[in-house]
């Protein structure tokens, strides 16, 4: 087993989970079994993330461009999210996480939309994890949403022109209340960031694997724990 120095753990992971498509593939299933495997393996990593513990963890569950699969692809991921908020509450007030979902959740059918508020609602006092799910999620939305909320309150006369600084921009995005992510992991060999977190990866170390969503083990993400934990993070300076 590999052994985590508990003094130097990310404060923040980010997973983009790819290659569900693919694994499916290799088997000659349909996409729908990769997702439905994917499903399983988010389950077992963010149970491991909640007993290292890592205090957050975000998870890129569904991008903004993801509408544009086929409508049945679509449909089948929503019925696994609408299954996975039903089944995980309670195991997620178990457990102590605080769940929360970055995007727009308002593009989502309004069942959907209940079970998120429902989830948040009643996790929102859970102190061991925060569990984020970027759902209809794009990085370069989110800052347009920023700059639209920073030139209302400009516009209101809440806030001048002078103020808007990195800090203060950061407090209009869905991830105000967070850490930057430290590390983020990409499965699959794709080597890119796909327009996740874009503001809040200034500074976070990437991790790339090849190993496929649905076969990455807990023993993949104690790997990549390990490795981050051996890089030398500068932050710019020397
Ligand atoms: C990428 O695989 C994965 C997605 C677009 C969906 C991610 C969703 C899950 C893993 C399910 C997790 C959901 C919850 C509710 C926790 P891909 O289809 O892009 O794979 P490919 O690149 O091989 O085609």
């Known amino acids: 087993m590999l052994d985590l120095d508990p003094e130097k753990l990310p404060q923040h992971v980010a997973i983009i989970m790819d290659g569900n498509g693919r694994w499916a593939k290799r088997r000659g299933l349909p996409r729908f079994y990769g997702h439905r495997e994917g499903v399983k393996t988010a389950k077992r990593i963010i149970t491991k993330a909640c007993e290292i513990p890592i205090p957050v963890l975000t998870l890129y569950a ?9 409508a049945r ?8 999210l609408r299954a996975y908020l039903r089944e995980e509450l309670p195991v997620m007030l178990e457990k102590g996480i605080r769940f929360r979902v970055i995007g727009e959740r308002e593009r989502f059918p309004e069942d959907i939309q209940a079970l998120i508020r429902d989830c948040e609602e009643k996790t929102a006092s ?4 925060t ?5 209809s999620y ?12 920073i030139s209302q309150a400009v516009k209101a006369g809440d806030l ?3 103020e808007v600084t990195p800090e203060v921009f950061r407090n ?3 991830t105000a209340d967070l850490p930057d992510p430290d590390l983020l992991i990409r499965t699959s060999g794709e080597q890119r960031i796909s327009n996740f977190l874009l503001y809040q990866c200034a500074y976070t170390e990437f991790y790339f694997t090849p190993v496929l969503w649905p076969d990455f083990s807990e023993e993949e993400f104690l790997k990549a724990l390990k490795e981050y934990q051996g890089r030398e ?3 710019g300076r020397v």
Request: net charge positive; glycine share 6%.
């Open 233 to 235: 993070r500068r932050f």
């Open 160 to 162: 001048e022109p002078e």
């Open 138 to 149: 794009g990085g370069r939305a989110e800052i347009a949403r920023a700059a639209r909320l």
């Open 126 to 129: 859970g102190t061991r994890m």
């Open 172 to 174: 209009y995005l869905y």
């Open 62 to 70: 569904f991008s903004r461009e993801n509408w544009n699969r086929p």
């Open 73 to 80: 692809e679509v449909a089948a991921l929503m019925d696994l």
């Open 131 to 135: 569990l984020v799910l970027a759902l």
